[in-house]
């Protein structure tokens, strides 16, 4: 008995360990870590473009580095850093906080030379899970498929001086112990719009929020549902669905989402627009170029455009919401999305924001914000 | 302290029930002025016990009946209702109140510290009265509030105060600038100044042309309806749709003028706002 559970142990071990080698590994489809191999350096052969990708994307999740750069073409033409820096974000982008978390890849064509795949990457990121598709070119070099790495046009910002004269507002507390002597008001701010429709995953009240004041202000915008007898179903408020901080004569969309809440148990809603006087800079400007609205090869209606940082300073993170306007002018949908790398000064990045596939024919007109988030920076 | 006096209230409550037949009395005054001192009478012979109790104090000490009793002006500090109780065989009480004395402080409460100009009962002013023991006075008193802005005569304000409270509302002068309000009550007074800012812009227009580098655009002076300039660091949106897109650059006023250098290729056709105030439309040719 003492022998006999020790090799049952023994064997089974080795049976699982067998099966988690070449069982499960191929079983499954091609969803992150489980395609391919789950232990390092155990890479199956890239026989196939699936496989050739699988493995590039295996080895950049676990950061081994070496051994993603030599899945790649010899005619990629891109440095290993480079190509580490593309992976990993420079300069505080959120890019650089974030890490792979899965993938999926698609083959979009193949030939005996040559083939196209679409990845799907999933990033957790501090501001939650981020998306993003790549199309990828494969090249077959001997018995294995080899990725074609494009070269990255990283803008190079010549030495330069930038002159900076916008405005900045500082606070300053009086000294003045007397009663009433150092009382300056809250910001005026004003709820412009609102809108409140059902989602796919509850429901959302939306619209934009002007600063009247002369003065900067740092904003939130709150809502509580109330149901038919009078008592508050749900608080939330805009979080990282608005510009908090306005300058003057500034508007930004909100956006404020009640997951699973439908609007058909809601009888009011009760809007609060809490503004606070802080000190903020007019700098930097960030220009939105070329905005429109496209259809992605998946069919999907997307606001593209660029972002231009017009000032002198590296904006880390640049964050863009939208407001999308019907033919009447009223807001019916917020969106936001941000930008994964850093706007260095005086260049520019691109963005794109998806709209739901139920409101892309509804909408005529659309306003982009840019908030930004810099290192250093309150 | 609080002990103390609330077991001489008790006391006195109780001697007014029980004992309502006694020897001695106690004359009050009707009402006294904090910090001054004041002078009870009393009636009868032989010794007894004198409480007082009142905001912020209580004590007892032994009397000679008939005699008077000094109760000195630091007791009496603070306005409000006092008791006072004289006990020896039976016990007698009696209450009386402590007003506020002269005003050697007003408080001034100014409401916006901001406002827009040309805005109809926008000010507010709320002036209250207090003695040097930091008693509200009570009393009716002329508070004389004065507004003074740049480049403009005084304007004055009489007012009586009730219960303690003085207070006007008057509109927001035309003129942007520093509103000095000042509150006075014979030799005492106290100043706030709050500020009267620009309004929202009124007859927005911009001016652009395209240069080799791109379209220049500029607003001309941006002004209130009362002429005031809008504060720099005020948003202007310029608004710029060709057959690229939409651009859009949010740029500040600087020096009364907002400036956005756009790239934007072929025919644009451009709009501003400030807020929620529009501007004029302008159509720019695609060749510098």
């Not at chain 1, 709820?191 to 934009?208: F, H, K």
């Not at chain 1, 209606?301 to 407001?323: F, K, R």
């Not at chain 1, 999305?337 to 998806?354: D, K, N, R």
């Not at chain 2, 400036?259 to 439309?281: F, L």
Request: with cysteine.
């Amino acid at each position: 008995m003492k022998i006999i559970l020790p090799i049952v142990l023994v064997v089974a071990t080795a049976i699982l360990v067998v099966l988690g080698l070449f069982g499960l590994g191929q079983a499954r489809g091609t969803v992150g870590i489980a395609q391919g191999s789950a232990l390092p350096g155990l890479s199956e052969n890239a026989d196939t473009p699936v496989k050739a990708v699988d493995n590039l994307l295996a080895d950049v999740k676990r950061r081994n580095w070496d051994r993603a750069y030599a899945t790649l073409a010899k005619d990629s033409g891109v440095e290993e850093a480079a190509f580490i820096q593309d992976w990993t974000g420079s300069n505080g982008s959120l890019r650089s906080f974030s890490s792979l978390e899965s993938f999926e890849t698609r083959p979009m064509h193949v030939s005996n030379d040559e083939a196209q795949m679409r990845v799907h990457l999933r990033w957790s990121t501090p501001v939650g899970p981020v998306d993003d598709v790549r199309d990828l070119r494969l090249t077959h070099e001997g018995d294995n498929w080899k990725v074609m790495w494009p070269k990255e046009q990283v803008p190079s910002v010549p030495a330069q001086v930038i002159p900076v004269n916008y405005l900045r507002w500082d606070l300053v507390s009086g000294s003045e112990q007397d009663w009433g002597s150092k009382n300056v008001d809250a910001p005026h701010v004003r709820i412009t719009s609102m809108n409140a429709v059902d989602s796919a995953e509850g429901s959302v009240v939306m619209g934009e929020v002007v600063n009247e004041d002369t003065i900067p202000a740092f904003v939130t915008v709150n809502a509580t549902f109330i149901d038919a007898e009078g008592k508050p179903l749900d608080d939330e408020n805009s979080f990282d669905k608005i510009d908090h901080v306005l300058l003057p004569k500034q508007v930004s969309p909100y956006r404020i989402d009640f997951p699973g809440i439908s609007l058909k148990n809601v009888k009011n809603v009760r809007m609060d627009v809490k503004a606070m006087l802080v000190p903020a800079s007019a700098d930097p400007v960030i220009g939105v170029m070329n905005q429109k609205i496209e259809t992605d090869p998946q069919g999907h209606s997307v606001l593209h455009g660029d972002l231009l940082n017009e000032s002198g300073q590296t904006v880390n993170i640049p964050h863009v919401i939208a407001s999308f306007y019907d033919a009447n002018g009223k807001v019916v949908w917020v969106a936001d999305g941000y930008v994964e790398s850093a706007l260095l000064p005086q260049s520019s990045g691109s963005f794109g924001i998806e709209i739901p596939k139920n409101l892309s024919g509804k909408v005529q007109n659309f306003h982009v914000v840019v908030n930004e988030y810099s290192v250093g920076k309150a | 302290m609080r002990k103390l006096r609330l077991i001489a209230i008790a006391a006195f409550s109780l001697a007014s029930l029980l004992l309502p037949c006694s020897a001695q009395k106690l004359v009050t005054p009707v009402s006294a002025i904090a910090g001054e001192d004041i002078t009870i009478s009393t009636t009868g012979t032989g010794k007894a016990t004198f409480y007082l109790s009142g905001p912020g104090v209580a004590n007892k000490r032994d009397v000679t009946l008939g005699d008077e009793i000094h109760l000195a002006g630091t007791d009496l500090k603070i306005a409000g209702a006092y008791v006072v109780i004289l006990c020896a065989d039976s016990c007698h009480g009696s209450t009386f109140y402590v007003k506020g004395s002269k005003p050697t402080s007003l408080a001034l409460l100014v409401h916006p510290s901001r406002v827009p100009v040309a805005q109809s009962d926008a000010v507010s002013g709320v002036a209250i009265p207090f003695d040097r023991f930091r008693n509200m006075v009570l009393e009716p008193v002329q508070v004389n509030f004065q507004l003074t802005a740049a480049n403009s005569a005084p304007v004055s304000h009489q007012i009586r105060s009730q219960n303690g409270i003085a207070w006007f509302r008057t509109a927001s002068e035309k003129k942007a600038g520093k509103l000095q309000i000042t509150a006075t009550l014979d030799s005492v007074s106290s100043a706030r100044v709050l500020q009267q800012v620009a309004s929202d812009p009124c007859n927005l227009r911009i001016k652009g042309q395209r240069t080799a580098k791109g379209i220049e655009l500029e607003t001309e002076p941006v002004k209130d309806c009362s002429g005031n300039p809008v504060p720099d660091g005020t948003i202007v949106t310029f608004n710029l749709s060709g057959e690229n897109g939409k651009t859009t650059v949010d740029a500040p006023i600087k020096q009364g003028i907002a400036r956005a250098r756009i790239q934007a290729q072929g025919p644009q056709s451009v709009t501003v706002a400030s807020g929620v105030v529009m501007g004029n439309e302008l159509r720019i040719g695609g060749q510098p």
